[in-house]
């Protein structure tokens, strides 16, 4: 892995940024990384690249990276500028592009993940020096089975007659199609495949829980119940162990040159077993005592697999609050937000509420365990109640730029939330009673009723046969 050009797409986004830190740092030999960046509006390829933080903390790094403009969804643009440099230097491919919004348009999904990834498989056909093309996958591509080996599965259908089959959502059927692409459409190349699952914050490199977005434990306080099964396996792969597993599959693909291509599950299967239910319990835990400075309420999860008290809690503890906070916003001649946001967020856990409820047997043996254990990741190693917090801590640090130093007032704060919550608990547990209680004092009365009803009906009968 050293001494070799790579060359990248998608090294803007989480895993990529992770991912060419690594290989820019564990191999100084490398001469240049090529990164294929799509230009935005009113943003160049370059100056994407240099806000990447790994560009701009390392000198040496960034003179070599170097950003090339492509768009391979379009393939009339699939490079619009050194494409013989590309063709000619390029030993390696990470290809790790993807949408991940799981109820993007079918269109524009089929486009990135599918149609993307067929016009970069027909580029690399062309490079004249190419030993490896890795394309990062999902683990989740093939949910509907519940063991799932280190093997491509036939798709849901011919990628080339895709219809509206669309679940569970949009990105695991169009990886899942990928996956396919990859195999017949790079049947005469070095083809190896990688399927993490949901990555999270970083384990150990560079720094614990290091993380760039909001995907995972938030800590404000606005979602306080989430429809999952406490006892379903919960599979966080951190980024940095998604990244190390991704370099050693490739040397190991690239070394052996396997007759058929080569799947790696990034998962950690039965070992170091970790629920959803434990899941809230550290999350939970760790903002109680590490409270964020804007935290919008006390940090409280109820998880749940009934939909009767997840649709009951959604309306108490989600929407009055948000209806009410509106409200105040509207009063106040400010613009009312918490609605629309409380629905984006409902919207996105209905989606991932097929993985929190279900639980998977992931076959991980084509990785060997001693390349595990150099590669760092060998995650029976991991102990969940610290890396949680680790995720915590680098929401808080990394993503909303807070001070430790600030951990004081926030506590003092969360105290104030804290005594607020324990009244609306009372009230909370006070209506559910009243109603209950209410409930019952009408059903044990009803019989009564109805026996002195009946009564007066006999007696009116007695009457007339008597005034008869």
Known sequence: MVSIPEYYEGATGFLGKVLLEKSLRSCPKMNSVYVLVRQKARQT???????ISVANENPDFREKIIAINSEFTQPKRVLNEDKEVIIDSTNI??????TVRFNENLR???QLNMTATRQLILLAQ???????FMHVSTAYAYYNLKQIDEVVYPPPVDPKKLTDSLEPNTYIYTKALAEYVVQQEGAKLNMAIIRPLIVGASWKELFPGWIDNFNGPSGKGIIQTTCASNSAHADLP???VVVNMSLAAAWYSRVNRPRNIMVYNCTKGSTNSFHWGEVEYHVISTFQRNPLEEAFRWPNVNVTSSHLLYHYWIAVSHKAPAFLYDIYLRMTGRSPRMMKAITCLHKAMMFLEHFTSNSWVWNTDNLNPEDKKTFNID????HWAEYIENYGMGTKKYVLNEEMSGLPAARKRLNKFGKKHLVLCGLYVYKFLSYFGASSTMRYQRPRIQHQNIYAYGGLNAQNVKCT
Do not use: G, H
């Open 108 to 110: 524009d999904v089929v």
């Open 379 to 382: 995650i029976r190693q991991l």
């Open 45 to 51: 390829p370059q100056e994407r690249v240099e806000e």
């Open 93 to 98: 491919i990470f290809y790790c592009t993807a």
């Open 238 to 240: 951190p980024v940095d």
């Open 126 to 132: 062309q490079m004249k020096n190419l030993e490896l």
